[in-house]
């Protein structure tokens, strides 16, 4: 069959179900705003097309249109042009703000059915916020045949916000390739801990989401003093590859004020998959306290690597993490002391934590193999198209993600 996902290619979360669905024989457009990353490659047998925009259709999007939505609105033209001669039996947009209106005109109503995966903060934040992004998202809700999310509980939320019938959403986990993300990578967290220049013996505590305020970095970097100063062989693990510089380096001048610069790593190259899980078996917490989250694919592989999460206490989180059995959840109200507080907790019982690691990494065993979930999603490609061939048979095979 023909899939065409309207994708960020750099992103891997757009990689890893194009790459899938590309190694169970299907044919596979991603139509995305950027190349594959600089020195890689698109998965094996996914093609890639980057839209090019007319100056007329720069002026409507960048002009005309307010800000700063006009190229959601507007991109949906020169992406048509890049289909080509391509005919999809399906479209699958991914994000709902960025992609979302696109995915319902692409190829208007006679087009073939659409999919749409919204990931988080594009139906759980920003439509709140903006009446034009919410027109956006709302139209893409209405026009799309079906809806996916790794959110449990999708079905009522889109339901309760947007009027979107229970019966078109389906949310359920999408998995992490649990050959790569497990526990026991001793000799690869080994590697890590002198490249990084930790200490042996010293705690570590990740920070993995993008280093960007949305996903309450501030409050991990400001935290830190209090924990440092009460636990001196603790270190932090920053990324900041995928971050904003600007916060990135205003972070770097405020923790050098507090004189505890010396406590913190920072990671700076995007890391394969591989590399992920070392860090992930490296540390002995991480922490995930954005302001609006789905099921985390971040959140699912640190589990699954029997490294312990602590957590803002968002509805979705609720599906993996039990408090004090699978990770941990920052006390109300929220901010640096809470947080300081609840590391401090959770490394300070190391009967606990060990017991927490293993909790979790067999929890990931049971419920989030990947290859669930991309079962899960051909069984949605098959429904809303009516063609059995999305279907995988049970002995099917695909590569890992």
């Known amino acids: 069959m023909k899939i065409c996902y309207i994708a960020d290619i750099q992103n891997p979360h757009s990689r890893r179900w194009a790459g899938d669905f590309a190694a169970l024989g299907h044919e596979v ?4 705003d950027a190349d594959a990353p600089r020195g890689d490659s698109p998965p094996k047998g996914v093609r890639v097309a980057t839209p090019r ?14 800000p700063p939505y006009g190229n959601n609105r507007w991109k949906y033209l020169p ?17 709902a703000l960025y992609n979302g209106y696109t995915t319902a005109k692409l190829l208007g109503d006679q087009g073939p059915p659409r999919i749409l995966m919204p990931w988080g903060g594009d139906i759980a934040c920003t439509p709140f916020e903006s009446p034009r992004a919410r027109n956006l998202v709302e139209f893409a809700l209405h026009h799309a045949e079906h809806i996916v999310g790794n959110m449990p509980t999708l079905p009522d939320f889109l339901n309760a916000h947007f009027g979107v019938p229970r019966e078109k959403v389906s949310g359920f986990s999408w998995g992490v390739d649990l050959a ?18 930790v200490p042996p013996g010293a705690a570590v505590v990740l920070s993995p989401r993008n280093f960007a305020p949305y996903w309450g970095i501030e409050t991990i970097v400001h935290s830190a003093p209090e924990v440092a100063k009460r636990l001196p062989n603790v270190f932090f693990v920053f990324l900041t590859g995928a971050g904003d510089k600007k916060f990135v380096e205003e972070s770097a001048l405020w923790l050098e004020s507090r004189g505890i610069r010396h406590h913190v790593r920072v990671v700076e190259e995007t890391l394969s998959p591989p590399e992920m899980a070392a860090l992930f ?18 959140l699912l592989e640190g589990m699954a690597c029997g490294c312990v999460p602590i957590c803002r206490d968002l509805e979705a ?7 004090s059995v699978t990770g941990r959840y920052v006390a109300q109200p929220f901010g ?5 507080n609840a590391i401090l907790d959770t490394l300070g019982d190391r009967v606990r934590l060990r017991e927490m690691s293993a909790n979790a990494a067999a929890q990931a065993i049971r419920l989030d193999d990947w290859r669930t979930g991309l079962r899960k999603m051909a069984e949605v490609y098959a429904r809303v198209t009516g063609r059995e061939e999305f279907l995988i048979p049970a002995s099917a095979q695909t590569g890992t993600p």
């Open 29 to 32: 457009l991603v139509l995305s």
């Open 53 to 66: 925009w007319r100056q007329w259709e720069k002026i409507l999007a960048f002009k005309v249109y307010p």
């Open 79 to 95: 992406y048509r042009r890049a289909l080509g001669t391509f005919e999809p039996d399906l479209i699958h947009g991914m994000e």
């Open 180 to 197: 790569i993300f497990r526990d026991g990578l001793a000799a690869e967290a080994e590697a890590l801990r002198e490249r990084l220049g």
């Open 281 to 298: 078996n490296l540390a002995d917490v991480f922490v995930t306290v954005p302001e609006t989250d789905f099921l985390a694919q971040t």
């Open 317 to 323: 989180y609720r599906a993996r993490v039990e408090e």
């Open 336 to 340: 640096p002391e809470s947080l300081a």
